[in-house]
Structure formats: C-alpha cells, structure tokens
C-alpha cells in the first residue's frame, strides 16, 4: 500500500485544521473550501482527535479485573503450584504472580468459573485438604478435581493481590440453599451455623464478598436455559442470596452471549431494576470467526490479523446494542453492563491438552485489548466491570508459566499501560481517523480514549491497528493543562512477535518520544502496529 508522504506532515494537518477552525470562527468566506480540503486531507492520511475537559462520571477500575477458572493451569500449576516446586509461595501460592498482579493493579478476580462453576460444589471445597472430596471437571479435559484451592485460598489469593473477589455461584446444578449457604458462610458475622462452621476452618471474619455472579451461561453450560426460565430461577436464587450487616451484595445477570440481543430484553423485561446491580454479556474475538477452527496465536496472516481486529471492535457495536436495550427499562442507568467474559480465542498450543485452552499471547493479541479497553472506557457510563479470560495459562493471558518460570505476555503491558484510567474521570474524544483498508473492507485505524485522575493529570490511550503505517494523529486539548508530556510505547517488530520464557522481554513497554506540542495541539507520530499512553500535566 502506498500512502503519499507529503500529506501526513504533521505540521500541515495541524495547520490545515488550525486554519479551518479560525475560519469558523472569523465566518469568512473561505470556510467551505478550507473545511472541504481539510476533510479531504485528514480523511485521508492524519487521525485529528480531540479531547474534551468535561469530566462526566467515572471509569470504573473495575473494567480492569480479570477470570481465573478451574481450567487447564490457571489455578492448578499456575497461581497454584505444588509445595516442592522452588519459587516463592505462601501456602501453595506464587508470590511472583501475585506481585506481578499487584503491579497493574487488579481490581477483581472472577471464579471459580465459567462452565466450572455450574458443577462446582462450594462445601467440597472448604476444611482440611485432605479430607476434600474430589471430582472431575467435565468441561474442562476430564481431568480430577482434588478441590485444594477452595474458597478460603481464592480469598487469601484475591487478599494478597489487592483485589475484590467476585464469584459465580452454581445455577446449573447447584441449589437455591446451597448458593444461600455459600452466602451465610462468607458474609455473616455473627453467630449461625455456616459463620461457626467458617470459624472453625480457621477464619473468624467474614470476607464480605460482594461481587456475586447467579450463574454463568445459563444460556449455555449453564443450564441451556430460556431467558424467560433463567430469569424466573434468577428471581428465586437472588431472593435468598442475602444481604448480611456490612455486607450488601452486587449480584449480577448471567448474560447474554455475542448478539443475543433477546436475552438482555427478556432479563430487563422480567427482573425487577432492584434485584440486579449488573446483568453479564460475553464475547470472545475468533480470529477466523469460526469456532471449528478458530486460527492459530502465533502463525496467521495479515487477512486473518484484519479479519480478527474487525471482530474484536464489534465489541463496541455489542456493547451500544444492549445498552440500548437496557437503557429502555433503566434509563437512569442504574444497572451495570458487566463484561465478564472477553478476550482472543485461539486454536490451542500444537502439542497441548485440548481441553486446557493453552495459546500463546502476541502483539495482535495486545492489540485487541488496548482496543477494547478503550471501547469499555468509552462506554463506561453503563459498562462498569469487565473480566479478561483468563489470568493464567489459559486463552488471553497476562501471564504463562513453566515450572518455576513466569513471562509477562504483550496483554499484561497493555494492562499495566492503561491502569491509569482506573476510577478516572471519563473525558469526551471524538476521533477522526484514516482508514486501514483490505481488500474491499476497512477499519478505522486509530482508537482512543482519555481520563483525566485525581491528581489532574490526563492520559489518553491511542492505538494504531495499521500494520504497516505510522500515522500522524493531531490530539487537540481545549483548556487541558499540558505543561509536562510524556508517553510509553507497545509495539514490536511483527504482530506475530510474543515473549517466550527464552526471551520473555522481546515485546516490552518502552518510553515515546515521537510527539510535539504545538499550541494547544499534540502532534502524534503513532507508529504502525503500536499503543501508546500520553501523561498530560
Ligand atoms: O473462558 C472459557 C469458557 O468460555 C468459560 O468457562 C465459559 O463461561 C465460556 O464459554
């Protein structure tokens, strides 16, 4: 593709624009012509974004969580590990994990499923560990379930990173008395049989939970429910889901899948507003959109890259539809649209248990979170969690291990770059964009978005899908204070580039310097394949 050079000089399109805007504002007759060439021009070659300083409400932090589920080595052989395995631990822990976690500032941890939660019996998993009842894990590879991790370990993991935890509790094949149970043994503080029973399994405060999934994909392994069936067993297992002294619950919908718009309807339909905090909504990118043969993580070519970064922006169109659909029963927005499933999902590792859904993690892979980040921020008014599948070992990780090594994957720097925009204030971008054209389809090739924290500072988070092509982005900044910029870079020689425990630091997080301040205007020169965070202060 050929691009002309002349036209993405920064310093003309930040004229051009400079010189359109005066003529608006002087109304002279050269307006048009100016207006036209400058659309023309920009339309063409230069992203022109602005951003506005009117903070609106807050980027929940919770859209930064994450999903850990009894799947493959995510617990087991992953936050997990064996007594004898030579790294640091507390208990059977990893504290590397967890500090690395730390690090980027985890604000929720999703689990213990997934399709596992549904066959997942809380009460097997509490008391000495050898007296714990194993299962199998039907979903995932048949493997046995010695249950060692249970809900006192998930607690003291979420509690050594820092996070909130948020469980999903068993619809499928669980009870209205088990999961009320559950509850009591968690949140209760006083005296009663499952608070005496937690007591004497060594821990006397209650947790306080209050993230609480009712289901997950009682659509699908969850039970193949009808929304109007779920939404009758939601009213019945939320009833008793209680609300303990000091520890009010958030329960939340077992969603919709992809575009099924008609589950979202029937579940704002049917249950009451007061009943639900947030109702879930899961979608996984398909690098070839079929789930038979979804695409490789490592090997695909530039068809298949476009191909996967139109399905991970049609999250933003999923995400606008069934706002919408809520907003008709709750236009004050006072239900969450809760993402807790997202993420690329490739075909597996060659060589790999099928059923433990083990892929390596790219800087495609990072390109489809920034994006999403920045679509989640952007419609944060109403999505106020999200949940990345998943942690550890399994489809898009933040981090894979082997034995005593770990690796940070190019998804884990997309997080630790845009950790910034937790519990920020949202600020207005509107986005003008060339496009990154294939064949006879296109994308926009810049995304972005901005937050301003509580210090003052403002950080805008600017990805270029292009692949081959650095694209000027003139960032306009009304009255935003912008005295002190700096940046940080994501990118890599290829989209195929990952980290390996060979060369766990090839895809890294570096400083960026390529943009001038001129006037009241930042002039981006935003690399292909790239993410870059600007700090304004
Ligand atoms: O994340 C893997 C699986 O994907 C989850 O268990 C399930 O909820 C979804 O279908």
Redo the contacts with the bound molecule.
């Keep these: 593709m050929q691009y002309p050079t002349i036209l993405s000089n920064p310093n003309l399109a930040f004229h051009l624009v400079k010189l359109t805007k005066s003529c608006f504002k002087k109304r002279i007759a050269l307006v048009f012509p100016a207006l036209l060439f400058t659309i023309l021009v920009l339309a063409q070659d230069t992203a022109v974004i602005s951003v506005q300083n009117n903070t609106k409400w807050t980027i929940s932090k919770h859209i930064y969580g994450h ?1 850990s ?1 009894h ?1 493959g080595h995510c617990i087991y052989g992953g936050y997990w590990v064996d007594s004898t395995l030579p790294v640091a631990k507390k208990d059977r822990i990893r504290l590397d994990i967890v500090e690395a976690l730390r690090k980027i500032k985890v604000p929720n941890l999703r689990w213990p ?4 939660a549904d066959e997942y019996h809380w009460r097997d998993g509490i008391g000495p560990r050898n007296q714990r009842p194993k299962m199998v894990n039907t ?2 590879g048949g493997v046995t379930e010695d249950n060692s991790f249970g809900t006192h370990e998930y607690l003291e993991l979420c509690s050594l990173i820092g996070c909130e935890p948020f469980i999903a509790g068993n619809v499928g094949s669980g009870t209205v008395e088990e999961m009320s149970k559950w509850i009591e043994y968690l949140n209760f503080n006083g005296e009663s049989p499952m608070a005496n029973m937690r007591k004497a399994n060594g821990r006397t405060e209650p947790w306080k939970v209050s993230f609480w999934g009712v289901g ?2 009682t659509w ?3 039970g193949n429910m009808t929304p109007d069936f779920y939404s009758d067993q939601y009213k019945r297992f939320a009833s008793f889901a209680k609300d303990y002294p000091g520890a009010p619950l958030k329960k939340i919908v077992s969603g919709a899948s992809d575009a099924d718009y008609n589950w979202t309807e029937t579940c704002m339909k049917k249950i009451p507003l007061w009943m639900m905090w947030g109702i879930g909504l ?1 979608y ?1 990118t398909i690098p070839t959109g079929s789930w038979a043969k979804k695409g490789s993580a490592t090997s695909f070519d530039e068809s298949e890259y476009f191909n996967t970064m139109k399905n991970a922006l049609f999250m933003d169109k999923l995400v606008a539809r069934h706002s919408a659909i809520m907003d008709k029963y709750d236009p004050d927005k006072k239900v969450a649209l809760i993402v807790d ?1 997202w993420g690329i999902w490739t075909d597996v590792e060659p060589g790999t248990n099928p059923g433990f ?1 083990y892929q390596q993690n790219s800087l495609r892979d990072a390109l489809v979170a920034a994006s999403t980040l920045n679509i989640f921020n952007n419609h944060s008014e109403r999505v106020r969690m999200a949940n990345l ?2 942690t550890i070992n ?2 898009q990780a933040l981090i894979l291990t082997d034995k005593e090594k770990i690796l940070l994957t190019p998804t884990y720097h997309v997080f630790d770059l845009f950790k910034v925009h937790q519990d920020a204030s949202y600020l207005d971008v509107n986005l003008k964009s060339p496009e990154y054209v294939s064949g006879d389809k296109k994308l926009a090739a810049v995304n972005a978005s901005a937050s301003k924290d509580s210090s003052g500072a403002v950080h805008i988070s600017l990805v270029n899908i292009h692949p081959a092509k650095s694209i000027t982005t003139v960032v306009y900044l009304s009255d935003i204070n912008a005295r002190n910029i700096s940046g940080q870079i994501l990118t890599a020689p290829q989209l195929t580039s990952v980290n390996t425990f060979d060369k766990p630091n090839a895809v890294q997080i570096n400083n960026f310097t390529a943009f001038k301040k001129k006037e009241n205007a930042v002039i981006v020169t935003l690399p292909a394949k790239s993410i870059v965070v600007l700090e304004l202060k």
């Excluded at 499923?113 to 596992?116: H, I, K, N, S, Y």
Aim: with cysteine; proline share 0%; glycine share 18%.
């Design positions: 999903f589920e799947l499923g997934g399709c596992f979903n995932w997950n994909e699908g392994c969850g899961h996984y499933e859904l599948a998943q399994v489809l």
